[in-house]
């Protein structure tokens, strides 16, 4: 079992910065890759940004360039730094963990959210 604590959510305006953090416990040896998702009103939830266990990172196209995703294993934490943002950016943000398990399968474990709100 893994645990996701999400925070650093809040109202910015645009050209602002927040860092969102996520506290990962339980079963943390266990993670494949963290990401952290994200869903505005009316739309379908998408992946910002993800790291594997192994370092690898990726981002969404629209985040290129102002987001960072990073991990400090002493702290069992994941960040995600964004900068610049913008109106678009509006969204509750999610942190997700990936597990395989003995049985083969993927496991995903989420946090409850924060939500990112930037003003024009």
């Known amino acids: 079992q893994v645990q996701l604590v999400e925070s650093g959510g809040g109202l910015v305006q645009a050209g602002g910065s927040l860092r969102l953090s996520c506290v990962v416990s339980?079963?943390?040896?266990?993670?494949?890759?963290w990401g952290w998702y994200r869903q505005a009103p009316g739309k379908q939830r998408e992946l910002v940004a993800g790291?594997?266990?192994?370092?690898?990172?990726n981002y969404a196209d629209s985040v290129k360039g102002r987001f960072t995703i990073s991990r400090d294993y002493a702290k069992n934490t994941v960040y995600l730094q964004m900068n610049t943002l913008k109106p678009e950016d509006t969204a509750a943000y999610s942190c997700?963990?990936?597990?395989?398990?003995?049985?083969?399968?993927?496991?995903?474990?989420w946090g409850q959210g924060t939500q990112v709100t930037v003003s024009s």
């Open positions: 339980g079963s943390t040896f266990s993670i494949h890759a």
């Open positions: 997700n963990a990936i597990v395989w398990g003995v049985d083969g399968r993927r496991y995903d474990y």
């Open positions: 790291i594997t266990s192994v370092g690898s990172i």
